[in-house]
Nanobody, 123 residues
Framework: VQLQASGGGSVQAGGSLRLSCASSKRTGSNNAMGWFRQAPGKEREFVAAIGWGGPAAYYADSVKGRFTISRDIPKGTVYLQMNSLKPEDTAVYYC?????????????????WGQGTLVTVSS
């Protein structure tokens, strides 16, 4: 399974971007998907996750109310809509496919990783 993330770019604070994550094939009918990010000099951190079986989603406190994760099951694509972007959102964003159905913020639960897409937010 290969995941291809896209949609990154440079925006000013307050702007919006939508990231996409396309899967080369279905990771499984009940695999949760997530987004993580890694800022320069910092560890990778959880951003958001969604299950395939329903609309349930989970967000990091730092993005709650500003970011929305969604998925198009027939297309095998997961999206991350990012609004009201802040300079501290600057990072490389990675999409990931979980080994199971449970929505989790634990990176070790994710078996498949995309290559990352850079988001830069200027003040």
């Amino acid at each position: 399974v290969q995941l291809q993330a896209s949609g990154g770019g440079s925006v000013q604070a307050g702007g919006s971007l939508r990231l996409s994550c396309a899967s080369s094939k279905r990771t499984g009918s009940n695999n949760a998907m997530g987004w993580f990010r890694q800022a320069p000099g910092k560890e990778r951190e959880f951003v958001a996750a969604i299950g395939w079986g329903g609309p349930a989603a989970y967000y990091a406190d730092s993005v709650k109310g500003r970011f929305t994760i969604s998925r198009d099951i027939p297309k095998g694509t997961v999206y991350l809509q990012m609004n009201s972007l802040k300079p501290e959102d600057t990072a490389v964003y990675y999409c990931a496919g979980s080994r199971g159905a449970a929505i989790t913020m634990n990176a070790s639960a994710y078996a498949y990783w995309g290559q990352g897409t850079l988001v830069t937010v200027s003040s």
